[in-house]
């Protein structure tokens, strides 16, 4: 889903800005638009004077008991306009107009939702007339007959009785115009679509919606249960039962919530907790904007000359924070396998190590999955909300893609960020090749995987010259997210340079590197020279009229700057540990990140649940800034970590906790308190994704 959004987001950016009319073109135009305004108040006022029998509904045909039904409602509407009943006026009430503000991309006027579907008049045959809203799309630019990229299609609200089908509201809107305007519209100038309709009745749970409801009871059930039996019967938490502290909201409220002193364990790496955490922020943030896209904002255009602002490129090159997750991703992988390598010289189970990252990963993941699909409509509606979430029919066509892992091969996006957990998974299965190599022939093992990465290197490049894929905006092409982006050949490498890292580190466990100050400022300034190059190179080449980048000069931005990003967060990691950090070291390793950090995979698995319903859910037109999407991001957050918590305690931490029965008891209390610290960074770590507008995750 968020890769479609992210699509249309960099398609819809490019057709807006050719939309711009000249100078000389925009009075005319308006003029005709206005005369439109006006027929559809010249309509409100007279629909009421029309009688059912003008309307010729049927074309000819055999009435069927839907026809019958839907003009014997037509008939009691139009009388209840003409004698005034309060029922009949709210219904014509709810109906939208002619949007203002179309020169600013305003494309909805909502009417009043609520009013329409709240409708119901009982009738003198004993049957019930209630409201059914639908959109009304118009090509403004066909229905007057001129040549305009001006504007596009707009909706309007309408409001019919319920009985009636899509067709009959065409014919009935048709039949209108014709009378009003003495011509007809072809449907691509003027229709409704019965997916656009809703009603007051919401549809019967199928099987797997009452599944979901009888798994949150059951699941609710116990961890009441355990919760109370801990509250109630243990009276040291030392002695706490696998069992209880595995359900117990408690325990893993206490386990969530626990705040450890940095620098505690030395085989902890504080500032890790806080480069996941602003991650994650920076993903959020970014996907912000997209879900925008699902609003009804007055002023699109505005997107034009917002993308040409230096902040805009933080937001088009939000990416490579995923690319920061899948450096700390490789690094754990390598840390902490290598570790326990040491102890078992050179074993490795390699079945429990895939078994431990499936319990905490699959669970979470496929009960979000059906939370997207079946929980979405339970608990949110809207005039924008027709049909649920927007990904419904790919996660019904292609669940099993999502939890296989290898949906950032095929275009089953059920839930957008997911392929991240794909290729992170991908890469995770490979991981113990790359292991037990770097642990048999070490150094060598680790210029074969240099070496490794700079062939990936090569192949993304060759990727984007033979392709001519261009990810900025007025030069986008179809296929550049797919091929350079979710391709796992193309974008393993920053996880490898985290693996090469991890191996690094491990092999200078405990030693202090003495680095002098000039190369610890060398070190800092090329980092954050690397940072800010990443993500504003592109900034003279993203304003409309500047003269394009080459294929050469983009193939080498987007592989150069990968590696390089890669490298800084490398430096940052290094140098937080050897005590080189100052106040970056200070503000990631605090302490307050920990809490966030463990609930970071299922913040990342339902942020954009929150913000689909956010964007989907308002009953007024919105207005685009960057100061409204920030609003409505610390809202998300809010919102995202209570669910999240709810989803934590309920899932994730029940059925993560089952790895307790399947796993030996470590001999060492610092192995403990490690795999603990491991646990909560790699399951957050396994998810943490991002889609940006031009990553399009």
């Known amino acids: 889903m968020a890769k479609i959004l992210g699509v249309i987001f960099l398609c819809g950016l490019v057709l807006i800005s050719a939309s711009q009319p000249k ?6 135009e308006f003029q005709k638009l206005s005369q439109l305004r006006s027929l559809a108040f010249e309509f409100a006022g007279r629909v009421q004077d029309v009688k059912p029998e003008d309307l010729n509904l049927l074309d000819s045909r055999v009435p069927s008991q839907e026809d019958l039904l839907c003009l014997s409602d037509l008939a009691a509407f139009m009388t209840g306009l003409q004698s005034g009943q309060y029922w009949a006026l709210k219904m014509l009430d709810a109906w939208g107009s002619i949007p203002s503000g179309l020169l600013t991309g305003n494309m909805y006027d909502l009417g009043q939702f609520d009013e329409c579907l709240a409708i119901k008049k009982d009738t003198s045959q004993g049957r019930t007339i209630q409201g059914k809203y639908c959109f009304l799309s118009v090509s403004a630019a066909a229905a007057l007959g001129v040549q305009t990229r001006m504007v596009g299609n707009f909706k309007t609200a309408t409001c019919f009785p319920a009985s009636c089908s899509a067709s009959h509201m065409n014919a009935f809107v048709g039949q209108l115009v014709k009378q009003f305007l003495n011509t007809t519209f072809p449907s691509s ?19 797997l ?8 009871l059951v699941m609710g059930c116990l961890v009441a249960l355990f919760t109370l039996w801990d509250y109630c019967l243990v009276k040291n938490q030392d002695d706490l039962p696998t069992i209880v502290k595995v359900f117990s909201a408690r325990a893993n409220s206490r386990a969530l919530f626990r705040i450890v002193p940095v620098e505690s364990n030395p085989n902890v790496i504080d500032c890790i907790s806080g480069i996941r955490c602003l991650s994650l922020m920076w993903v959020m943030f970014s996907h912000q904007y997209i879900l925008t896209l699902l609003s009804a904002d007055i002023n699109i255009f505005h997107f034009v000359s917002w ?16 690319d920061s997750f899948f450096v700390l991703g490789g690094l754990l992988v390598a840390m902490i396998p290598l570790r326990m390598m040491d102890k078992t010289k050179g074993k490795l189970n390699v079945p429990l190590m895939y078994l431990h990252r499936l319990i905490r990963i699959v669970p979470l993941l496929a009960f979000a999955i059906v939370v997207y699909m079946k929980l979405m409509t339970l608990i949110a509606g809207g005039p924008l909300f027709s049909g649920g979430y927007s990904g419904k029919t790919v996660c019904e066509n292609g669940w099993y893609w999502t939890l296989l892992f290898v949906n950032n091969y095929t275009t089953n996006m059920c839930i957008g960020p997911s392929w991240y957990l794909s290729l992170d998974m991908q890469m995770f299965i490979l991981s113990p090749i790359l292991l037990f190599s770097l642990y048999k022939w070490g150094k060598k093992a680790a210029a074969g995987i240099f070496v490794l990465i700079l062939l990936l290197s090569v192949c993304l490049f060759t990727t984007i010259m033979v392709n001519g894929y261009s990810m900025i905006l007025k030069q986008y092409t179809a296929g550049a997210i797919d091929n350079m982006y979710l391709a796992t050949h193309n974008h393993a490498r920053p996880w490898l340079v985290g693996f090469l890292f991890g191996y690094f580190l491990h092999y200078n466990k405990g030693r202090k590197f003495q680095v002098s100050w000039m190369a610890v400022w060398a070190g800092w300034i090329l980092c954050l020279a690397m940072i800010f190059t990443s993500i504003f190179a592109m900034y003279p080449y993203a304003k409309w009229r500047a003269v394009p980048l080459s294929t050469f000069g983009e193939a080498s931005y987007y592989t150069l ?9 490398c430096w940052v990691v290094f140098a937080c540990m050897q005590g080189y950090g100052g106040l970056a070291n200070s503000f990631l390793s605090s302490p307050l990140w920990q809490p966030l950090s463990r609930l970071s995979y299922s913040i990342f ?14 009953r007024t037109n919105g207005y685009f800034s960057d100061y409204t999407i920030m609003r409505n991001f610390w809202s998300t957050l809010g919102f995202t970590c209570l669910f999240a918590y709810v989803m934590h305690i309920l899932i994730e931490a029940p059925f993560g906790g089952l790895d307790l029965f399947l796993r030996p008891k470590p001999k060492s209390p610092n192995f403990i308190k490690q795999e603990s610290q491991v ?15 031009t990553s399009a995750a």
């Open 605 to 618: 698995l339902f942020h954009m649940f929150i913000q689909e319903m956010n964007a989907r859910n308002g």
């Open 679 to 693: 646990d909560n960074g790699n399951s957050n770590l396994k998810e943490t994704k991002i889609t940006t507008p």
């Open 23 to 28: 100078e000389g073109d925009v009075l005319p």
């Open 189 to 207: 100038v003027m229709s409704i679509s019965e997916s656009s309709c809703q009603t007051s009745e919401s549809e019967p749970w199928d099987g």
């Open 209 to 216: 919606t009452i599944f979901m409801i009888v798994m949150l």
């Open 307 to 322: 993308a040409e602002t230096p902040y805009a490129s933080f937001i088009l090159h939000g990416f490579y924070s995923v």
């Open 561 to 569: 700057t990968r590696l390089g990003w890669s490298m800084a967060i």
